[in-house]
Structure formats: C-alpha cells, structure tokens
C-alpha cells in the first residue's frame, strides 16, 4: 500500500520555491529603487554643485575679510555709504598691469570722496608680488590672495575683474580692463557718491 503521508504533495514542492522566486523578485526590486533614488540624488547633487553662484549685479557682494598690505581691514559692507572698488589682478596679466595706473590716478581723484580701491591679486608667489608693487607704486589698497579664495566666491576667473560695491551690494561689474579715468566711469562713480 502507497503511504501517502510520505509523498511529496505538489502544494509542498511548490511552496518553498514560491516565497524564494518572491524573495528574489523583491530583492531586484529594491535595487532597481536604490538605484533610480541614488541616480537622481547624484543628479540633484551635480546640478547644484554646478549653478551659477557668481556674483551678480544687485546681488549681494560675497562677504570676506582681509587685510590690506596698507593694514586697513576690509569687508564689502565696512564702508557705510562710501564706494568699494574691487579688482582682481595678477602680476602675470598684461591687461591688469596697463591697467594699473589709470587705477591709480582714479583712486587719487576719488580719496576724499568716499571711494575705496582695493585690488586683490591672485599671484600664488608671493615674492614676485612683493617685488611688482616695490617697483610699481600704486596708490590703492593691495592684497594677495594666493589661494584665489575670494576671486572663486565672487566668480572670478578671468583677469582683470572689477566689482563697483556700495552698502554691502554689487553696483556694476567690469569683467575687462577699464580707463579708470575716463568720462563714463568718472561720471558713474560721481552718480554713487
């Protein structure tokens, strides 16, 4: 006689391949979510890391903090209703150089108006940029920022730059090198002051 209870039925055969194939299913499944959610956060991630954090005219003028070779401390916001003049130069830029003394005769035309120059220079060397301003004599305010680390926040890449701040704001941007002394950017400035 066939014992019954000893034969394998077709529910028990199946039964345990069931919840495996389920098992398996659920496992793809989940990967195919973490991969889709890691995916999109990557691109969520890039497309930030990628926006335009420049600074923009009428934005607000990144904040930093430096002190000049002169001893003066800076800020974009340190100068209540006088006129910040920020440009970033290099010794190895031939544009930043011619446009070095314009600059000058500008910030002398300007002292006693409330306008400040601060140039930032970018040279990594420090001692090429001691020895251009012993031979150059400007009559701005200078620093170097070797690590380019105030240049990177206002967006700046290329050379010579400069930022126009008043209370803490980005006024114009010149992204060449200018005639400091020239009617339009005499009568700008005037129309700030």
Same mark, same amino acid.
């Given at each position: 006689?066939?014992?019954?209870?000893?034969?394998?039925?077709?529910?028990?055969?199946?039964?345990?391949?069931?919840?495996?194939?389920?098992?398996?299913?659920?496992?793809?499944t989940l990967?195919?979510?973490?991969?889709?959610?890691?995916?999109?956060?990557?691109?969520?991630?890039?497309?930030?890391n990628?926006?335009?954090?420049?600074?923009?005219?009428?934005?607000?003028?990144?904040?930093?903090?430096?002190?000049?070779?002169?001893?003066?401390?800076?800020?974009?916001? *340190? !100068?209540?209703? +006088? /006129?910040? @003049?920020?440009?970033?130069?290099?010794?190895?830029?031939?544009?930043? =150089?011619?446009?070095?003394?314009?600059?000058?005769?500008?910030?002398?035309?300007?002292?006693?108006?409330?306008?400040?120059?601060?140039?930032?220079?970018?040279?990594k060397?420090?001692?090429?940029?001691? *020895? !251009?301003?012993? +031979? /150059?004599? @400007?009559?701005?305010?200078?620093?170097?920022?070797g690590?380019?680390? =105030?240049?990177?926040?206002?967006?700046?890449?290329?050379?010579?730059?400069?930022?126009?701040?008043?209370d803490?704001?980005?006024?114009?941007?010149?992204?060449?090198?200018?005639?400091?002394?020239?009617?339009?950017?005499?009568?700008?400035?005037?129309?700030?002051?």
């Amino acid at each position: 006689m066939l014992d019954t209870h000893k034969l394998p039925s077709t529910v028990d055969t199946l039964g345990p391949v069931v919840p495996s194939q389920t098992r398996n299913m659920n496992i793809n499944t989940l990967l195919r979510v973490l991969l889709v959610t890691f995916t999109i956060a990557f691109i969520c991630l890039l497309g930030w890391n990628l926006r335009d954090t420049s600074a923009k005219v009428g934005g607000a003028a990144p904040a930093f903090s430096v002190h000049t070779d002169q001893g003066q401390q800076i800020t974009p916001t *340190s !100068f209540g209703g +006088k /006129v910040l @003049v920020l440009n970033f130069w290099a010794t190895w830029c031939p544009p930043c =150089i011619q446009e070095i003394p314009s600059l000058s005769i500008f910030q002398k035309r300007f002292t006693n108006s409330g306008v400040v120059v601060v140039a930032i220079s970018v040279d990594k060397n420090a001692q090429k940029y001691r *020895s !251009f301003l012993d +031979k /150059v004599h @400007v009559s701005f305010q200078t620093v170097r920022d070797g690590n380019s680390d =105030i240049s990177s926040q206002y967006g700046t890449f290329q050379f010579p730059e400069t930022y126009i701040i008043k209370d803490g704001r980005i006024m114009r941007k010149f992204a060449n090198a200018e005639d400091w002394t020239s009617d339009d950017v005499t009568q700008y400035i005037q129309s700030l002051l």
